[in-house]
């Protein structure tokens, strides 16, 4: 018989989790990106996204009440096509959530802009990814507790730039609307998908959350949905304040935006938040795929010691600390580059 998982966590922390690990980088700083390639069309991209994306989170949110275990995708893919596929699709989604949270932590570090040379910023995304290790390590009453507070700061920061941002708003900035072929869309969308990625991470925790059947698929659709209207707003009031010719080559739109709005000392409150808010979507995707590798290591798929559990703590202790040293490993191959590892 496996180790057993703690069950500690709740339906509010799920729903945090879901959010962090969903919301890519893409909403604080997709925007110039979807206006070079599509102007205010972003705009359509975005709504088609979130429709697709409502639909892969209904599909996750199913699979998960059929199959509460650690493995997530992995066990849904072995219950369908075997454990060889599953045992690619597993690798894939790992190497893709890591792939995607050191994209996470380099976005939060150049958002601070604190000055510093590259080196420098190289050593604090270390640490930042120390940190967040260390956190996941230690258990699920330290976890649901950051999750919780950093969640608060995802959803609070957009909110409070689309309430008094809606207010400025140039309706001729959207005019004319169509700025350029339709096709360009599909361009936009494969550079903004990264906004949803990680529904896979609620169904990580299913062993360890209270009645799982039920919280996560409510939280999977809730989160996406909650992420789609925030992005649609948040990317309507950047393109109603920043033309969309010029958003383009603005790289943190979103601290510009927020000086406008809030004046200087805002925009120091903001780009905290936004920091935070980045550092929350990093905490999900590092405390949840270390199951993925606990799984893999229960069905002698990878080594057998990433099934142990701490004594104390009760978390995958070895896939955590095999998880920190592979983000190092990849934030040096990506010469700590936003663009490169993002492409």
Known sequence: MPEELKRGFGYWTILALSIGAILGTTLFFGAPIGAKYSGNLLVIAWIILSIIALYVAGVFGELSSMFPKAGGAY???????????????????????????????????????????????????????????????????????????????MVGIPVLIIAKGLFAVNPANFQPFVTHELSTIFVTLFFIAEAYFGWEAATYLAEETKNPTKVIP?????????????????????????????????????????????????????????????????????????????????????????????PRFKTPANAIIFQTVILVLLLIIGFANYIAILE
């Open 75 to 153: 066990e849904f893919s072995k219950q369908a096509y075997g454990k060889f596929a599953s045992f690619i699709i597993a690798w894939t989604a790992w190497l893709f959530g890591s792939i995607s949270t050191v994209v996470i932590i380099i976005a939060a570090v150049n958002s601070i802009n604190l000055g510093l040379s590259d080196f420098q910023n190289f050593l604090l995304s270390v640490l930042l990814i120390f940190l967040l290790n260390a956190v996941a390590y230690v258990g699920v009453e330290a976890s649901s507790f950051m999750l919780l507070v950093l969640g608060a700061i």
């Open 218 to 310: 409510k939280a999977l659709i809730q989160a996406t949905a909650l992420i789609g209207l925030l992005g649609l707003l948040l990317f309507i009031v950047t393109l109603g304040i920043v033309p969309w010719a010029e958003l383009q080559f603005v790289d943190t739109p979103i601290n510009d935006i927020s000086g406008m709005l809030f004046g200087s000392f805002g925009q120091i409150f903001f780009v905290a938040g936004i920091f935070l808010a980045l550092m929350g979507t990093a905490a999900s995707t590092i405390l949840s795929t270390p199951r993925l590798l606990l799984a893999l290591s229960r069905d002698r798929l990878f080594l057998g010691q990433f099934k142990k559990l701490h």
